[in-house]
Nanobody, 117 residues
C-alpha cells in the first residue's frame, strides 16, 4: 500500500488548510487511518484517527474542535481539514494506515505545514 500526502504549505495563523492522503488501493474498511505530525525536535504524535468502519474518530486534545478527519471511499482518499491554525501546529504531517489485527502499518512521505504567527 502506498500513501501519498498533499496539501501542505505556508499559512497565516487563523487560516485553514486541507491535507489529502491518497491510498494506492481500497483499504479503509480494513485499516485504521490516521494523521500524525512531527514538529522539529519533537516526537511524532497522533493528531486524528478514523476507525476502519468509519464509525468513530479520535483527536488529540490540542486539535479538538479545529481539525476534522474524513474520507472519500470512492477516491481512496482521507482528508484532514485544519481550521484556526496556530503556530504550534507547524510540523510535518504524515498519513498512516494501521491494521487493527496485526502489526502491519504504512506511512506516507509527509507534507510540511508551516503556520506563521
Amino acid at each position: 500500500v502506498q500513501l501519498v500526502e498533499s496539501g501542505g504549505g505556508l499559512v497565516q495563523a487563523g487560516g485553514s488548510l486541507r491535507l489529502s492522503c491518497a491510498a494506492s488501493r481500497s483499504i479503509f474498511r480494513i485499516y485504521v487511518m490516521g494523521w500524525y505530525r512531527q514538529a522539529f525536535g519533537k516526537q511524532r504524535e497522533l493528531v486524528a484517527a478514523l476507525t476502519s468502519g468509519g464509525g468513530s474518530t479520535n483527536y488529540a486534545d490540542s486539535v479538538k474542535g479545529r481539525f476534522t478527519i474524513s474520507r472519500d471511499n470512492a477516491k481512496n482518499t482521507i482528508y484532514l481539514t485544519m481550521n484556526s491554525l496556530k503556530a504550534e501546529d507547524t510540523a510535518v504531517y504524515y498519513c498512516n494506515a494501521r491494521s487493527p489485527f496485526t502489526t502491519t502499518a504504512y506511512w506516507g512521505q509527509g507534507t510540511q505545514v508551516t503556520v506563521s504567527s
